[in-house]
């Protein structure tokens, strides 16, 4: 076991950091690192959990919650996805939590992006077969769906605004696929 | 140079010049022309050869329905586009295009001998002449079929261009943008819902093109709908795509839409040649329009010889003239509209020969009063010229005297055929109406509506009622408000009724003259009629026999005479016939469209590992594993795949190696029924496991055969850290929900996917503790601490890790898992490590080679989804004391425990030095006769630098019973002698695991 | 692409973020190592392959990822109704079940002559 103090710490390499790419009407940017919870819990734990986390978890399906920098995604009846843009962790906060539930830390397997401008939703629907109309997917909305040939977590945290959550080794084709989709939805 | 038949004062289009060439000849057009307008307004009829007889063909049509004006359209060495319909080819500035099938030149074509000796060319040809000798139809009888037959030629290059592609949502989605179309978008686009409508030609206004007697609104047809559609486009809930054509009408109103975004730019800017649109809407209104047919008589398909309406259009819209003394056929009164407007611009009208006895009406009527000779009651029997119609020739309907008339062009028609091709992709079904003879929609399947033409509805005024009832009402019931606007009034409109099916005069049942029913196919009336006589009686026989309506038009001009020709020699009725089913595309549609976004890069994901960029850099050859590029080998100068191998496996053994470990799946299994859960999804007791301790897990089918492994840490008592195969992470994330959710969903415990949390670093031999003692804390490393096969939890480099003691090479061993973010940094400091121990990074070979010299098995290479935890020799991972997990019952199928099953064990070659193919075959007596009785495989095999050997793993019938037999594995060369051992072939006894 | 309506999601979704997963209501036995060779066979391999409707179960992976139960007709490829995973099965309403309800039948009574209507006898209920 050595001393802690000798060792040096292991520089953080977030994947495609600081991306961006802009056309007429859509930007896509690579998002800094978040902290990200992958939460489970039956119904009744969920008062605890979000007293805990310091909002309320939403209970129904394609809506999230959000509050200063941290937000909760409704992903399935049991499921939720709890980012936090303001550098706390959410897992540390359920750590105490004795209620029924399971609390995975999923920070790095996650890469966010974002997808914003007047044509943000086009762009999107040149691989997501969601209707993204904000009638059918208002401010707030969010929904596991698939941008072409991956999986993406997609929150629409503004009119002209989406963020898209995917896994690490993901985020080089939906970059591509998002780059190469808002050049088209100019 | 000069378009001597543009009509000064005729036509909508601008006076901005458009140079082209065709066929290496320049010519001079108008921009908003189409190739086949500017053409004609060179006076160039003959456009192309055809299929099978190689016929000089013109331009029929002036819409997608085109059959023979097929032409290649050249951009540049890569953008050769065949089979091109010079009707729907918008003119750039630029454009270079050439005629097809034709050799040497489109006025002397060699194949033209086709048509001399086309008796031998009959339908069904092909099936009865190239019967035998059997072998000769790859080798001669199709290379030659398919040089001389057939159309333009495919490009050899890629295609540079790309495509893109929209998913888009609706509540009405129009068909169709011709006066129905825009009128039934207005009705739904007034009341707020969302309305597609597309068109596929450039500008929406269909059949107001060329219907000089429509009046709407106080304005003239053409007028109307381009003020009509720049209402709309000044409508947000409105999407307009002109150049657009529905060719899919699928489930639940999931219509394709092929978008053309550049084929009418000289320069396409950057911009996608083609998207393609997936419409899912709550209402269809299909307000696709109708066909003009052609008449069937004796070489009918001579340039010169085109739809009336087409001469119309191409004189109201284009201003140009066909020709300057033009006759008619039809046998109803749409073409003497055209006749008309073709007088009124000042081209010569010949005559108008109508088949029907009596003609009357206000058309005949000014027909009449203009001067214009009408020959009723007689048909056209045959053309004069070749390469251009230069006459006809009129008989009385009966027989009798024939009389030639001089033409330069012939306008026919033979009434109008709806187009149901959409409706009929949706599943609906079309009814024969026999008054009017022609099929019209029936029964809806799915929520559409058809107006206008397409639904039989002949005049304009009842046109556009139809059409804003329906717009109106599809708009309502997906949820929008009272249409408000007002209904567009119809001051005049014509009429489009009338006509004949079928062959005409002169192309009757004896006659064998070339009256042509599909020209893009060369089928005849003769050849429908020889179809029946040969036995078909069903109407997709005959298509399939004769090839009618089977050619890239889909038999758009053709299906309808095909049909009735076929009911007349069967002596049916034509609904007693059938009709064929219409599929989808509604005309062709590109490759490129279809994959749109995904060529390239974005045809799959590939996937990378945190460690890619430092594997690159130190000279990494990466294979594929799924989607996942992994190291396989890191060659030194001048070492070849072989040397380098042979190189990382020793230093491994001898001191230590670094293996990026990351794509192997990771499930956290999280609650207070983990372990319960773990019983049952792995034949393993799990429930004694010590938090800290770690364990190889084996997953089985409810089958009793293996379905993946992995080490499993218990990182507390109520949470598992498991690992998979890397290309089983996501079907085994999926079999373990399946049971989770429906087999035993009163456990409390959930499954998350880590695979990506963490980037696993393998720190593998003998100075493995060594190298990584100086970068951990809080975890004590020693042997009695943290003994072969545990975890714990704490820090590498000053960030978390879940440290495994394991060992997939039989060394001492560590796998090193780090937040995915830190993966690249903690390698580096472990590498800087490993360099002060003279370590080395390997890949994937040598990782195979490694396991494979301790036996240890890879799920999918020694296991192939028919091998039991007893085949493979783990017996002992199955808890003996467990009365239920997923698996138990199938491994007591009777064929689970017959003796003989395969069984894994090692071969050595006789010679060391061999190294055997895996997937060969292991047989008993290399000299027995073939087939051999095959009694094995091998599944792996390597050379073993280590052993100084080579080595192999196979599957071999009652294998563990046969330990120092001799087998022999046969091979092209002879056969191979190998003796059958233990599976484990270095450190038996397992000692190095802690030295 | 199919629209299919997910009863966890509480709306319909495209198809695309579907995976079928075979037959539903077929039920695990709970002391499965007991079970005998026949019943087995039954649970493992014997499926019904209707022409009409079919219960079977779908998973929303690309979605809320819940399994759950859908009736769909293999003829028209529509679907009648979808229920969450556990819920019976639903008693569907005659129009619903059209040519299956013949070959909706355990699967040692398929792949048999088809059953002949019996003729209605007097006083018989309709």
Redesign the interface.
């Known amino acids: 076991m050595a001393k802690a103090a000798k060792i040096a710490t292991a520089a953080r390499s977030p994947i495609f950091a600081g991306r961006e790419f802009s056309a007429d009407g859509a930007k896509i940017a690579v998002l800094a690192p978040s902290h990200r919870l992958a939460l489970r819990a039956p119904e009744k734990s969920l008062a605890a959990l979000s007293k805990a986390l310091g909002l309320k978890l939403p209970a129904s399906p394609k809506s999230s919650v959000t509050k200063g920098s941290r937000s909760a995604l409704w992903l399935g009846p049991d499921e939720w996805l709890v980012i936090d843009d303001g550098g706390k962790d959410p897992l540390e906060d359920c750590a105490r939590v004795k209620v029924l539930h399971s609390a995975v830390g999923v920070s790095h397997r996650n890469v966010g992006l974002s997808v914003t401008g007047p044509r943000a939703a086009e762009t999107l629907n040149a691989g997501c077969p969601q209707d993204l109309s904000l009638a059918a997917f208002p401010v707030g909305a969010c929904s596991r769906t698939i941008l072409g040939k991956a999986e993406i977590v997609l929150l629409r945290n503004a009119e002209d605004s989406f963020r898209v959550e995917c896994w690490r080794s993901f985020s080089d084709y939906v970059l591509a696929f998002l780059t190469d989709a808002a050049t088209d939805a100019a | 140079m000069t378009e001597s038949f543009r009509i000064a004062g005729r036509g909508r289009l601008s006076s901005r010049t458009a140079r082209f060439s065709f066929d290496g000849k320049p010519y001079a057009g108008l921009s908003g022309d189409t190739l086949a307008s500017a053409l004609l307004a060179n006076g160039v009829h003959l456009v192309g050869r055809s299929f099978k007889y190689h016929r000089p063909r013109g331009i029929l049509s002036a819409g997608a329905e085109e059959p023979n004006a097929l032409v290649s359209v050249e951009r540049d060495a890569a953008r050769k586009t065949p089979n091109v319909r010079a009707t729907v080819q918008e003119l750039y500035e630029g454009l270079s295009a050439s005629s097809q099938n034709r050799w040497p030149s489109l006025a002397f074509d060699v194949g033209e001998v086709n048509d001399v000796v086309s008796p031998m060319f009959s339908a069904g040809f092909y099936y009865k002449t190239f019967m035998w000798p059997k072998a000769a139809w790859k080798s001669l009888y199709e290379p030659v079929i398919r040089s001389a037959a057939g159309l333009g030629v495919a490009p050899d290059l890629p295609d540079p261009d ?1 495509y ?6 609706c509540e009405v989605l129009v068909l169709g943008g011709g006066a129905a179309g825009i009128a039934a978008a207005l009705a739904a686009a007034e009341t707020g819902v ?1 309305v597609v409508i597309c068109d596929e030609q450039a500008e929406l206004g269909g059949a107001m093109r060329y219907e000089a007697g429509a009046a709407i609104d106080g304005q003239d047809g053409w007028a109307w709908a381009q003020a009509s559609v720049a209402k709309l486009a000044a409508m947000d809930n409105v999407t307009i795509l002109p150049r657009t054509t529905a060719f899919g009408y ?3 109103n ?1 219509v394709g839409l092929a978008e053309r975004v550049t084929e009418h730019l000289a320069d396409p800017k ?3 040649r083609e ?1 393609l649109w ?1 419409v ?1 809407a709550r209402r269809v209104i299909l307000a696709t329009g109708a066909i003009e047919r052609h008449m069937v008589f004796a070489d009918n398909d001579r340039p010169g010889v085109m739809l009336a309406s087409a001469a119309r259009t191409y004189l109201n819209h284009y201003g140009v003239a066909v020709g300057r003394n033009v006759g008619v056929y039809t046998a109803n009164d749409s073409a003497y509209a055209a006749a008309l407007d073709l007088k009124k611009a000042g081209v010569g009208i010949a005559a108008i020969v109508d088949l029907r006895d009596n003609p009357a009406g206000p058309l005949v009527d000014e027909a009449r009063s203009l001067g214009i000779d009408i020959h009723h009651g007689r048909g056209v029997v045959g053309v004069g010229g070749k390469l251009r119609v230069s006459s006809m020739t009129v008989q009385p309907k009966g027989g009798g005297a024939a009389r030639t008339i001089p033409v330069d062009a012939l306008l026919v028609s033979s009434g109008w055929t709806p187009s149901v091709h959409l409706f009929s992709q949706s ?1 609906g079904k079309v009814v024969f109406d026999d008054a009017t003879k022609r099929f019209l929609p029936g029964n809806y399947a799915q929520d559409c509506v058809s107006v206008g033409a397409c639904n039989g509805t002949d005049s304009l005024s009842a046109t556009l009622d139809q059409a804003w009832a329906a717009g109106a009402k599809a708009a309502k019931e997906a949820g929008g408000s009272v249409a408000r606007g007002t209904k567009p009034k119809v001051e005049s409109g014509e009429n489009f009724s009338g006509g004949v099916l079928g062959a005409g005069p002169g192309a009757g049942a004896d006659k064998t003259v070339k009256a042509f029913v599909d020209f893009q196919n060369d089928v005849t009336a003769k050849d429908i009629r020889l179809a029946v006589r040969e036995g078909m009686r069903s109407i997709e026989h005959v298509k399939r026999f004769t090839t009618n309506g089977m050619a890239t038009d889909q038999g758009k001009t053709s299906n309808m005479h095909g049909l009735a020709i076929a009911a007349e020699t069967l002596g049916k009725d034509i609904p007693e016939v059938g009709l064929t089913t219409f599929r989808a595309p509604y005309t062709p549609v590109t490759f490129g469209t279809i994959v749109n ?2 060529r390239g ?2 045809f ?7 460690t890619h960029d430092w594997a690159q850099k130190h000279g990494a050859v990466f294979e594929d594993v799924g ?2 590029k992994r190291a396989w080998y890191f060659p030194k100068a001048g070492e070849d795949m072989h040397a380098a191998v042979n190189r990382e496996c020793r230093t491994v053994r001898e001191t230590a190696g670094l293996f990026d470990a990351s794509t192997l799946g990771k499930i ?1 299994v ?3 029924d983990a372990a319960k859960f773990m019983e049952l999804l792995y034949t393993n007791p799990w429930e004694k496991l010590e938090p800290g301790r770690c364990r190889y897990g084996i997953m089985l089918r ?2 009793g055969f293996i379905y993946d492994d992995g080490v499993v840490g218990r990182l507390a008592p109520d949470r598992f850290h498991v690992t998979t195969t890397t290309g089983g992470a996501a079907r085994v994330m ?1 079999h373990m ?2 049971y989770l ?3 035993f ?1 009163q456990l ?3 499954l ?7 980037a696993v670093i393998a720190v593998q031999g003998p100075n493995s503790r060594k190298i990584i ?9 020693s042997d009695e601490a943290m003994p072969h096969m545990s975890v714990r939890e704490g ?5 978390p890790t879940r440290l495994f003691r394991m060992s997939f090479t039989g060394d001492r061993g560590f796998e090193v898992n ?9 390698w580096e ?1 472990l590498w800087a490590e490993g360099q002060k121990h003279g370590a080395c990074a390997y890949g994937t070979e040598a990782m195979h080679v490694l396991r494979a010299e301790k036996g240890y098995i890879i799920v999918g290479q020694d296991t192939d989804g028919t091998v039991t935890p007893n085949d493979a020799g783990l017996d002992w991972a199955i808890g003996k004391k467990k ?2 997990f997923v698996g ?3 491994l ?3 064929d689970l425990v017959a003796p003989g099953r395969k069984q894994l064990v090692g071969l050595k070659t006789k010679d060391p030095k061999t190294v055997l193919e895996e997937g060969a075959q292991i047989v008993a007596n290399p000299r027995q006769p073939i087939p051999m009785t095959m009694i094995g495989h091998v599944t792996s095999s390597y050379w073993s630098e280590n052993c100084g050997r080579s080595i192999a793993l196979a599957l071999l019938a009652g294998g563990r019973e046969r330990m120092g037999e001799t087998l022999f594995v046969p091979m092209p060369e002879g056969p191979i002698e190998v003796e059958i051992c233990s599976p484990v072939f270095f450190d038996e006894k397992g000692g190095r695991l802690n030295g | 692409m199919l629209l299919i309506h997910c009863p966890y999601c509480e709306e319909e979704r495209p198809e695309l973020e579907f995976r079928n997963a075979g037959e539903a209501h077929i039920a695990r036995s709970a002391s499965i190592a007991e079970e005998s060779g026949e019943d087995f066979e039954k649970f493992f391999f014997i499926r019904s392959n209707p022409k009409g409707v079919i219960f079977e179960r779908w998973r929303h992976v690309h979605g809320c990822a819940r399994f759950f139960n859908a009736a769909r007709d293999t003829v028209t490829d529509r679907f009648i109704t979808t229920y969450r995973a556990g819920a019976p099965k639903p008693s569907l309403p005659k129009s619903a079940s059209g040519p299956a309800a013949y070959a909706n039948r355990p699967p040692d009574q398929l792949n048999v002559k088809r059953p002949r209507r019996k003729p209605a006898s007097k006083g018989e209920a309709k």
């Open positions: 790309h893109a592609a929209r998913y888009a949502h969302r699928y489930a639940q999931f950057g911009l996608p998207r997936q899912r599943r976004h995904g890069p974005l799959d994901p590939t996937r990378r590992t945190a989607q996942w956290e999280v609650g207070p409810e089958d999926n929900e399946d959710q429906t087999e969903p409390n415990v959930w998350t996917s880590v695979s990506e949390q963490w003692e100086p970068l951990v804390e809080d975890i004590d490393l820090k590498i480099c000053g960030v780090v937040p995915a973010d830190y993966g690249q940094a903690v400091a009365t239920d138990i019952r199938g007591t199928r009777p």
